[in-house]
């Protein structure tokens, strides 16, 4: 199939950056969305322009590294990761408009390529148990109900990819927060710091500057790894309960 | 030089206790005043990186990827074997040292083994404790699946994500020391070089993927956590950023390599559908807990089907061969990977390969789903199912999955002692980086176990015991050596910018693939492996001369990140044929076509081959020197492999 | 800071504070709904009249009329608030966007949907609450006791097709406002909940519809009825 792209091109994270529109011929639609990508970078290097800058890795939908806001959606039309997005879900002669994840927390370093790294700060801030190496209990000490340990992996399943941000309209980022809250609530290992865990990764996520949430539930609609919102409703319900029983004043 | 491989004296069960006894420690107060580098944040890095942490140092942790979450081991899918024993089939840590050492075919050190066997169950006490969804049965406790090359029930899972889980843990575990200010992290980062100072490690230098900054960064002790090297084949299961750049660099200043040729070939991918592919997937190999692997008894039927001439669901039962059933009845279709990876090329050499390519055997679940109904099946694999039909637009709950072989994992790496040091003081490589524990073949769930093994049980004891002997002063990156690794960094940058040539960075690595998948890959021969090394030295000097590597340095630059790695790829690619081509004799993952049993297995040569090849680089353009570390068995009977 | 205005600042405490407000204004529309159906009553407006008049003399009434109002105060400054807030989280948006695929578009448009909401409450107010405590009203008398013949009023003003008509349009606003905002107060208040989720979607879907539909059917049948 034929295609034409429009992509976003910006030199630096400094750069003001725009759409650069791209024809590209002979796609097969076995591709994924991201080999289609290579194909036009190898004819961009043949040509000696720059190639389209984007972030990548594990290509099999779990690394959580590939982005990209396609044609208005992230991740594109599927609900999967780019990187499992195929070709075959576009039409010959289609449009393709390709844009990196928008969202102040998430500033553009090149290209269609974001900077991430507040997710790992919120990570920082309470999202893990604090044991030591060693130590620990044998691990069948603690029966946990089958249905608690399966909610509690449906949560810790997150990818951390960042589409739920660029799919809210707030640039919010309570589905991701919410879904290592939940998990370690869930669980009992988690509970010890559960307080100040909830406290402190909502305090985080707010500083980095995400945006609210407007329960619109577009983020669990375009999640690649169905995380469901009600653990947007756990964080809240963990946030409430801590601020009003914990001991930090 | 003599390979000391340090393996503590005694008894095999009572090694690593005499030993952990043995070691010196650091104090307390003194651990602040020593500095380690991680490189690489999958589950060897994050884990000893934590660890090394929790215990006091200062860590500095670096990944090429934009967060530690993403490093590769969280690819993996089935699970992590533990000696726990929880289901009463007869599991122990001897058997799965047993298990290990055999599947390995004989080519690793008992002694690691079993430390590694004995750890194990540690790794899952941890992995609870840090909140890792594992799944569980009804009533509450941890549950089991079996796997490949084993007659227990001994994987821990959680779901079709099993890595992910393990390395989110890691993970959390690591950002918790970044809170306490004990990590420093460095993503996209990427370390280009090892600095000695006086015969030690001391240091590295690192390019920063977004400003193209060449820095030094000093430490006490350096940690290549930096996984494998299955991207010298291009196609491979690995990330697209899976690099070999750390360890080569160290092995050009020192460091061993070993067994670079041991490479594992998975049988459970999806099949190569056209040249645009970039990279290839796995599907977890507990699928043949349930599916069955066959193909046409006959050619004939196997080239209908090709043409779509017939159906694959109208083919009869007696027209089908169950290959795996038929030769393997014990085994069946459990056996490990290499045996099960080399059936399927034969059946496809034969003719009887199914997809268009004739490249691809199948993967039935037909009897699981009538005997145990598609719910449970669903339960089981549900995730696998679904990426298999968003890959290929087949639904396997109706049609069998179409599945072929391919690069997965390596079992050689830096060699390394039995403290995970390599043979530079001070240097020590985790994980898939190094060679240890696997042998020639890697039974499946292994590698998690392996990962965390090294990270959070084994290097935080005997990295202490080297710097307890090791002054406490610091060298300041301003040190001459700093500085001209840094320029030597610079300059090779610079040389590749400068060439300007008219191909791809990718050209060269797609083209060293082939060669090495042709003739370095499931099968090989002397003949072919010395047509290689000509093709691969030839490839090298056009590299160097015609390759376009577009951009500057001081900028986000994926093709120079490319080309830098897929350098260093084309000169492992040389070794590993080195190694292949000395390595007379089959074992494990490599296959030498001259040396099989009449009825098509792996025959090794064990009164000349039982040794471990530790290569040393002596100078560009010169042949490496072989050493030969001797694997000594006290405790098991070297044997033929057989699963029939 | 103390925890209090720590918590009530945060993104989470702001969006309670909305969704407590909202739950109070949705209670309260049940209970002005009550008292505005009997406008329909044929009586004359005898009823509406006392009604309105208990209304206005109760001291409990008075109380939580003024809460009623701190509240649409509140709701309606958190709400700007959070919009800029929300708005700065992005300070450079997409080209395309596909959020019919994610979302419904009642909210998405929340803070348009209560815009409305607002003017037609001040309008609202301008129109009865206004003239019935400050302006000149006719009064009328029933078993021999004076009342504010508040009904005139109304009946007046349901008169005037635009008014009528402003009135109805605003109800669809405060539907499609309901539509979103009566589930989304209960997640976030984290009453969320594999069981009772369900009910309390379908209960809110009802609501939304059913209230502003009768609410809006007073205008009409009184404008019909003239």
């Given amino acids: 199939m034929n295609l034409t792209l429009k992509i976003w091109r910006q030199k630096n994270n400094t750069d003001k950056g725009a759409f650069k529109e791209y024809k590209i011929a002979d796609i097969s639609e076995d591709m994924s969305f991201l080999e289609m990508l290579d194909v036009l970078n190898e004819q961009l290097s043949t040509k000696g322009e720059d190639p389209v800058h984007f972030d990548h890795d594990c290509r099999e939908g779990i690394c959580g590294m590939c982005s990209l806001y396609i044609n208005g959606n992230p991740h594109g039309p599927q609900q999967t990761t780019t990187c499992q997005l195929h070709m075959r879900s576009f039409k010959d002669g289609d449009v393709i408009t390709i844009e990196p994840w928008r969202a102040k927390a998430f500033p553009v370093l090149k290209d269609l390529v974001v900077d991430r790294s507040s997710f790992d700060r919120i990570i920082q801030a309470g999202g893990y148990v604090s044991v030591n190496t060693g130590g620990v209990p044998d691990a069948n000490e603690i029966p946990i109900p089958k249905s608690i340990a399966d909610l509690a992996m449906d949560a810790a399943q997150c990818i951390g990819c960042g589409a739920c941000v660029a799919a809210c309209k707030n640039a919010s980022a309570m589905l991701f927060t919410s879904a290592k809250v939940s998990q370690l609530a869930l669980l009992p ?21 995400f945006g609210a949430c407007t329960n619109t539930g577009a983020c669990e609609a375009e999640c690649p790894k169905g995380i469901s919102i009600t653990n947007i409703a756990r964080m809240n319900r963990e946030y409430f309960s801590a601020v009003l029983s914990s001991d930090t004043v | 030089m003599i390979l000391d491989s340090k393996i503590p004296e005694g008894p095999l069960a009572e090694k690593w206790t005499n030993h952990k006894f043995n070691v010196k420690l650091v104090n307390p107060a003194n651990k602040r005043k020593y500095d380690v580098i991680v490189v690489g944040t999958g589950l060897a890095g994050a884990s000893a990186a934590a660890s090394l942490a929790e215990l006091g140092y200062n860590v500095k942790a670096f990944c090429f990827q934009d967060s530690p979450r993403r490093a590769h081991s969280i690819a993996a899918q089935g699970g992590i074997n533990a000696a726990k024993n929880y289901q009463n ?127 030094s960064h000093s430490a006490h002790a350096v940690l290549l956590c930096t996984g494998g090297y299955g991207n010298v084949f291009f196609l491979s299961t690995n990330a697209m950023g899976s690099n070999v750049t750390a360890a080569w660099r160290a092995h050009k200043k020192g460091a061993y390599f070993a067994n670079p040729s041991f490479t594992q070939i998975h049988p459970t991918c999806i099949p190569v559908s056209g040249d645009h592919q970039s990279k290839l997937t796995l599907m977890s190999e507990s699928l043949r807990n349930d599916g069955r692997v066959w193909v046409p008894a006959t050619v004939e039927t196997a080239e209908k089907l090709r ?26 279709n459990l056996v490990p990977r290499d045996v099960a990876s080399r059936n399927a090329k034969y059946v496809c050499d034969e003719g009887r390969g199914v997809n268009e390519t004739g490249e691809a055997v199948f993967l039935d679940f037909r009897d699981a789903i009538k005997r145990d109904g598609e719910a449970t099946i669903k339960a089981k694999y549900g995730n696998l199912f679904d990426m298999y039909q968003q890959i290929t637009g087949d639904n396997p709950y109706q049609v069998p999955m179409m599945i072929y072989p391919a690069v997965h994992y390596t079992m050689g790496g830096l060699w390394v002692d039995y403290n995970l040091m390599t043979t ?4 020590y490589a985790l994980g898939e980086a190094n060679f240890s524990d696997h042998g020639a073949n890697r039974l499946g769930a292994s590698a998690l176990m392996q990962g965390l093994a090294d990270g959070y049980f084994v290097a935080p004891y005997t990295i202490g015991d080297y710097l307890a002997q090791n002054p406490i002063e610091r060298i300041l990156t301003d040190h001459p050596e700093f500085k001209k690794a840094e320029k030597e960094v610079s300059d090779r940058i610079q040389k590749l910018l400068s060439i300007k040539g008219d191909k791809t960075v990718d050209f060269y690595h797609k083209k060293l693939g082939k060669i090495m998948w042709d003739y370095c890959g499931m099968a090989r021969t ?55 081509l000395n390595r007379n004799e089959s074992c494990g993952g490599h296959f030498r076509e001259e040396y099989q049993t009449p009825e098509g297995e792996a025959l090794r040569d064990d009164e000349n081959f039982a040794f471990v090849s530790a290569w040393k680089y002596l100078g560009e353009g010169l042949e490496e020197e072989l050493n030969k570390e001797p694997l000594v068995f006290e405790n098991v009977k070297l044997t033929q492999r057989s699963y029939k | 800071m103390s925890w209090v205005s720590k918590t009530l600042n945060s993104t989470l405490g702001r969006k309670v504070l909305m969704a407590l407000t909202g739950l109070f204004l949705i209670l309260f529309l049940v209970v002005h709904l009550a008292g505005n159906l009997q406008l329909l009553i044929p009586d004359g407006g005898e009823a509406f009249n006392k009604y ?40 450079v948006g997409y080209s395309i966007t596909k959020a019919s695929s994610n979302s419904t578009w009642a909210s998405r448009n929340m803070g348009i949907l209560g815009t409305f909401l607002l003017i037609f409450i001040l309008v609202h107010l301008k129109g009865f609450y206004y003239e019935v405590k400050f302006g000149s009203i006719p009064m009328t008398t029933y078993e021999g006791v004076e009342f504010k013949d508040v009904f005139a009023i109304v009946s007046a003003a349901y008169s005037n097709v635009l008014y009528v008509a402003f009135y109805v349009l605003s109800m669809g606003f405060l539907a499609f406002h309901l539509s979103h905002g009566f589930a989304s107060a209960f997640q976030t208040l984290g009453l969320n909940h594999v069981k009772y989720s369900p009910l309390i979607r379908k209960v809110g879907l009802v609501f939304s519809i059913l209230i502003p539909a009768l609410f809006a059917l007073i205008p009409l049948v009184m404008f019909f009825q003239n």
């Avoid at chain 1, 290992?189 to 500057?209: H, L, P, S, T, Y």
């Fill in chain 2, 307 to 332: 043409k779509g001439q017939i159906k694959v669901n109208d083919i009869k039962e007696e027209d089908r061969d169950y290959y795996l059933e038929r030769k393997y009845p014990s085994f069946g």
């Fill in chain 2, 89 to 215: 089939d007869g599991d122990s840590v001897y058997r799965l040292f047993y298990d290990t050492i055999k599947g390995g075919d004989y080519r690793a050190r008992e002694g690691n083994v079993y430390r590694l066997a004995q750890v194990s169950v540690n790794i899952i006490d941890q992995c609870v404790a840090q909140g890792v969804p594992f799944a569980r049965e009804y009533g509450g406790l941890l549950a089991n699946r079996s796997f490949g090359g084993a007659q227990v029930s001994r994987t821990f899972y959680a779901k079709g994500q099993t890595g992910q889980q393990l390395l989110l843990g890691a993970y959390s575990a690591l950002s918790r020391q970044v809170a306490n200010g004990k990590v420093k992290l460095y993503p996209r980062t990427e370390m280009m070089d090892v600095v000695m100072v006086d015969g030690k490690a001391r240091g590295i230098v690192t390019r920063n993927l977004i400003t193209g900054a060449i820095e």
């Fill in chain 3, 52 to 91: 309105a008049a208990t209304m206005a003399n109760n001291p409990f009434i008075k109380v939580v009329s003024i809460g009623n109002f701190a509240f649409i105060l509140i709701h309606v400054i958190y709400s700007i608030i959070l919009s800029r807030h929300n708005k700065k989280s992005r300070p």
């Fill in chain 2, 424 to 427: 530079i003081p001070g240097l």
């Fill in chain 2, 526 to 580: 002397a003949d072919g492996l010395t047509k290689a090394k000509a093709m691969i030295k030839e490839l090298k000097k056009e590299f160097w001369t015609n390759v376009n590597v577009l951009g500057a340095n001081e900028e986000l630059n994926q093709s120079l990140e490319k080309a830098n790695r897929v350098a260093d790829f084309i000169e492992l690619g040389e070794l590993m044929v080195d190694d292949a």
């Fill in chain 1, 189 to 209: 290992q988690g509970q010890v710091e559960r307080k100040i865990r909830a406290e402190n990764m909502v305090a985080q996520m707010d500083a980095e500057g």
